[in-house]
């Protein structure tokens, strides 16, 4: 036999009070004793209530769905940004639809038609590669939308970006006040944001510490076989400049710096050691090798949280006269934080700029 739906008027039964004070008490809303909102949450949570978003989402016109867009699963980083994503969108009532474009760039703007045909109420891209090619559809469907990391220009579509010229700037002051001199740079060929504000970084580094940048190579990928392939081009450079292997390198990412201590380690140099590495994003490998790596690390989680609470703000913005979380006030009191508190007028900016860590460990 199904088991009985509770409703509005079950609770109103049990807590002593009328239908209209449970539904106010359950969207946050209405005025009422606090020992009276407390009674009937309290009797809620103890009946199981469970709010029905179908009919929720027919009455306020939402889906109460999201999409969420990722160039792959298989890259931790992405994962950890779901994460963020799903735990902000759980806490508020909505379901997540996620899809991965498995890295081909001309699938982005297909998946996000589909998600658009599902009637979700705001998309997440993490790492696109179209950039502004959103605008046109937020413009002509009044979609939200809302870019981590994307690597194309993006000027017009709200943004949660990573510093990565901060963060590579934390890396050279680093190696510079090691003594390292003769600093190479090992980038990618893709040569999105997030290369070319790292290079930056490692430039103005460079002729900041009266040194200039002259050894610069970029790898296929940024995968652990790119950071090999880069390694091995790299070698002969160093030495027809320098008649000597490099100090130091500084890495485009995690992967690319441990493809790089293999192929060092294959030709018989002490990497990390006699020659210095530094990765970036800090993914959980970076630590696991040994010696560890010095890199930056890239709260991912936390982006995922910050750009799911600023596409909750976009939907709030498109209807102020409507309560899209009813729950809000006990969620707040009862969620599990995900992120550090942020001043709400962080979210009205257009771009949300996040600061990385330098994790200092023995590669460099």
């Keep these: 036999?199904?088991?009985?739906?509770?409703?509005?008027?079950?609770?109103?039964?049990?807590?002593?009070?009328?239908h209209p004070t449970v539904s106010r008490a359950l969207r946050g809303r209405g005025r009422m004793s606090d020992h009276t909102r407390e009674r009937i949450l309290d009797v809620a949570k103890e009946l199981g209530y469970a709010p029905s978003l179908m009919a929720r989402g027919l009455v306020m016109q939402r889906s109460f769905c999201v999409g969420l867009i990722v160039p792959t699963f298989l890259d931790p980083f992405h994962s950890e940004v779901a994460q963020g994503v799903e735990e902000w969108a759980r806490q508020h009532h909505y379901s997540l639809f996620?899809?991965?474009?498995d890295l081909d760039p001309t699938r982005e703007m297909e998946v996000a038609h589909s998600l658009l045909g599902r009637q979700v109420d705001g998309i997440i891209v993490s790492s696109s590669r179209v950039g502004d090619r959103y605008l046109e559809m937020s413009t002509d469907s009044d979609m939200p939308i809302v870019l981590i990391n994307p690597e194309a220009d993006s000027a017009q579509i709200p943004t949660v970006v990573h510093d990565d010229y901060g963060g590579g700037a934390l890396l050279m002051t680093h190696l510079l006040q090691q003594g390292h001199r003769n600093i190479a740079h090992m980038g990618v060929m893709t040569q999105g944001r997030a290369h070319h504000e790292r290079k930056r970084a490692?430039?103005?580094?460079?002729?900041?510490?009266?040194?200039?940048?002259?050894?610069?190579?970029?790898?296929?990928t940024g995968s652990i076989a790119g950071g090999m392939h880069g390694a091995a081009q790299l070698l002969?450079?160093?030495?027809?400049?320098?008649q000597a292997p490099p100090e130091a390198i500084f890495c485009y990412n995690d992967a690319t710096a441990i493809g790089v201590i293999a192929t060092?380690?294959?030709?018989?140099?002490?990497?990390p050691g006699a020659i210095a590495i530094t990765g970036f994003d800090d993914l959980d490998m970076a630590a696991a090798i040994d010696p560890a790596l010095t890199t930056i690390h890239q709260p991912r989680r936390e982006m995922g949280v910050l750009a799911m609470r600023k596409l909750l703000s976009l939907i709030d913005r498109m209807h102020p006269h409507k309560e899209i979380h009813?729950?809000?006030e006990n969620a707040k009191e009862?969620?599990?934080p995900v992120v550090a508190p942020i001043d709400k007028s962080q979210l009205e900016r257009a771009s949300i700029l996040v600061p990385g860590n330098l994790v200092i460990r023995r590669s460099a």
Excluded at 1 to 18: F, L, N, P, T, Y
Excluded at 202 to 220: F, H, I, K, Q, Y
Aim: aromatic share 6%; glycine share 10%; hydrophobic share 40%.
């Design 264 to 271: 060092l380690r294959q030709g018989g140099y002490m990497a």
């Design 236 to 242: 002969p450079k160093a030495f027809e400049l320098w």
């Design 326 to 328: 009813p729950h809000k």
């Design 202 to 220: 490692w430039t103005d580094g460079m002729r900041n510490g009266g040194l200039a940048p002259e050894l610069s190579v970029d790898c296929p």
């Design 1 to 18: 036999m199904a088991k009985k739906r509770i409703s509005i008027k079950d609770i109103a039964e049990v807590a002593g009070v009328s």
């Design 98 to 101: 996620v899809s991965s474009t």
């Design 334 to 336: 009862n969620a599990t």
